[in-house]
């Protein structure tokens, strides 16, 4: 199999910055993947001059039901598209040094440069293996994410090294749980935040070890979660998150599943949330059910307030600082 390298902005690739090889580990993490070599770019996006640094990236819906990754400054000015291949670019998460991206290109996992260049394979889907919602964890050596295979709709948490390898299932839906979904890193890295419908039907937080053991439960029941919209701080010190519970529609909770309070009300259903660096602000919009408009709300409360209005856009990603 080819390396599948791809340069899409114009910082180009060149001979003096090779792509990593991630020949054996793609091959070895599945035997499904596309053997038509690397995808060309569906459409041109400047990109940026120089690398990019506190912007949000998100995934943009254009006229023609293309989606791409594009950039943009927190208050939403500034919009750039940064990369495009010909499948739908979405779900984008940064490296925690903010040099990187992985996303979600049609059923494949993809990690380019923050400047929209050295777009890379790094797991292929397709045939009956589709991947999405990664994450990356904070020491910046493995990424967490979904992935559905061999017909089935219910996903599998999986984690992968940042080259393609040492592919891994941490827990199944089918086995203890129903269904799991949403993974996310404890800032510090030794947890894996995630949602789980239990045989009763309820959806509910849990956490699991970094490595899939010691799986405990956060938060029980009554909010009515729908499998979207989990997040963090920063700082670990609290959770926000979608779910229904009178009226909905984001709420927070300390990072021990204590105080869980309404954030913000009213809003649709499937949604995908980031928080500022500083842990003082969130930002969210639609995922799966998009496209829509972007809002941001206090960490504390109060007035939410739209920051991109085209309701072209979906799955917003803070970049670290």
């Excluded at 779900?91 to 890379?120: E, I, K, M």
């Amino acid at each position: 199999m080819m390396s599948m390298t791809l340069c899409v902005a114009l910082s180009a690739c060149s001979a003096a910055d090779p792509a990593p090889d991630n020949d054996q580990a793609a091959s070895t993490a599945s035997p499904t993947g596309s053997e038509d070599g690397p995808p060309e770019a569906s459409a041109p996006c400047p990109g940026p001059d120089e690398r990019p640094t506190d912007k949000v990236a998100y995934a943009h819906l254009d006229d023609d039901g293309d989606w791409s990754l594009w950039l943009m400054d927190p208050d939403g000015t500034n919009p750039m598209c940064l990369l495009d291949t010909p499948e739908a670019d979405v779900a984008p998460a940064w490296s925690p040094d903010g040099s990187r991206l992985v996303f979600r290109g049609g059923d494949d996992l993809y990690v380019a440069r923050a400047d929209g260049s050295n777009v890379t394979l790094l797991l292929p889907g397709g045939g009956s293996r589709s991947f999405s919602t990664p994450d990356w964890s904070p020491d910046g050596k493995s990424i967490v994410f979904t992935a559905t295979e061999d017909g089935r709709e219910e996903p599998d948490i999986m984690v992968v090294d940042t080259n393609g390898g040492d592919l891994k299932t941490l827990i199944r839906s089918g086995d203890r749980f129903p269904y799991v979904d949403e993974p996310e890193w404890s800032p510090d890295g030794s947890n894996i935040l995630f949602l789980a419908v239990d045989t009763g039907g309820w959806s509910d937080l849990y956490l699991m070890r970094a490595d899939g053991s010691d799986v405990r439960l956060l938060l029980s029941r009554g909010f009515d979660l729908d499998g979207s919209g989990i997040g963090w701080s920063p700082d670990g010190k609290r959770i926000a998150f979608q779910g229904d519970k009178d009226g909905g529609c984001l709420f927070i909770v300390r990072a021990n599943g204590r105080d869980a309070r309404r954030l913000v009300e009213g809003c649709s259903v499937g949604v995908d949330l980031t928080w500022t660096p500083d842990s003082r602000t969130i930002l969210w919009g639609p995922s799966d059910n998009g496209p829509g408009d972007l809002y941001a709300v206090s960490s504390r409360g109060g007035r939410s307030h739209v920051v991109e209005d085209t309701s072209t856009a979906a799955w917003p990603a803070w970049q670290p600082s």
